[in-house]
């Protein structure tokens, strides 16, 4: 199947997972989620759903088991959508891209205020001489 259709489907999936988890999905577990991305097997037949989630790891984890819970209402969802001979099944995973992303950028700030600090006490120590 060409790259092109491949990506068409996630990008429909992924909007159509997006829309029913924030304006149907009535589960109390499914909070703060941010649908990032969607990756489609080749024949279609299943797509991992890639998901961030504000808060800690347990509620990442509740909100993980609320989705998997969720999955057949949601692929419903899906094939209501897409006119397709097969309705992909869905796993749902955590993208810590993201939470990545947000460590590294305040590593880099602990060490520019390091550097601006040592930069400061040297040049105290050299206007005291």
């Not at 829309?19 to 989620?33: F, G, M």
């Not at 037949?45 to 909100?63: E, F, H």
């Amino acid at each position: 199947m060409s790259s092109r259709r491949l990506a068409r489907m996630a990008q429909a999936i992924r909007e159509s997972v997006s829309s029913a988890i924030l304006s149907e999905l009535k589960d109390p577990r499914v909070q703060d989620v941010t649908v990032v991305g969607v990756d489609v097997a080749g024949d279609l037949r299943s797509a991992l759903v890639r998901v961030t989630v504000r808060g800690d790891a347990k509620s990442q984890s509740l909100t993980l088991h609320g989705l998997r819970s969720a999955r057949g209402f949601l692929q419903s969802r899906i094939g209501d959508r897409l006119k397709t001979r097969y309705t992909p099944v869905l796993e749902f995973a955590l993208d810590d891209e993201a939470r990545q992303h947000l460590e590294a950028a305040q590593l880099l700030k602990e060490i520019e205020q390091e550097r601006i600090l040592a930069v400061e006490t040297s040049e105290e120590s050299m206007d005291s001489d």
